[in-house]
């Protein structure tokens, strides 16, 4: 008999709102399994049109390209409606969202004058 199981990753998104930005302190794995959830936490801050979302990472206990992207997809929304989305404690995935251009499309102060 054969047993397996998946464990499926967590993520918990705690937002602060100050004015017109929101900082969303985000604890535990953007993954494939938590990448929906994150998306619908962070839309209706691009929809209210804030001047500024922050992500905090530095509760991230795990990134995947699935999770990159979907930041990278939140940035581009957030330009188009006049506000900016903003990366702060990237930390050890630092590198990670450098090769995919993340800091091409959201402000990652981490990332100024990086190189890999």
Request: glycine content about 10%; overall charge neutral.
């Amino acid at each position: 008999m054969t047993h397996s199981s998946f464990l499926q990753d967590e993520l918990k998104i705690v937002e602060q709102i100050d004015g017109d930005q929101v900082i969303l302190k985000l604890n535990g794995a953007l993954s494939v399994t938590t990448v929906p959830y994150f998306r619908q936490a962070v839309q209706p801050f691009i929809d209210r049109k804030l001047v500024a979302i922050v992500l905090d990472f530095e509760g991230v206990t795990k990134i995947v390209s699935r999770g990159v992207g979907a930041a990278i997809d939140m940035a581009v929304q957030a330009k188009k409606q006049g506000g900016k989305l903003r990366l702060e404690n990237v930390g050890k995935y630092g590198r990670s969202l450098y090769i995919q251009g993340v800091h091409l499309v959201a402000e990652v102060p981490e990332l100024e004058g990086f190189e890999p």
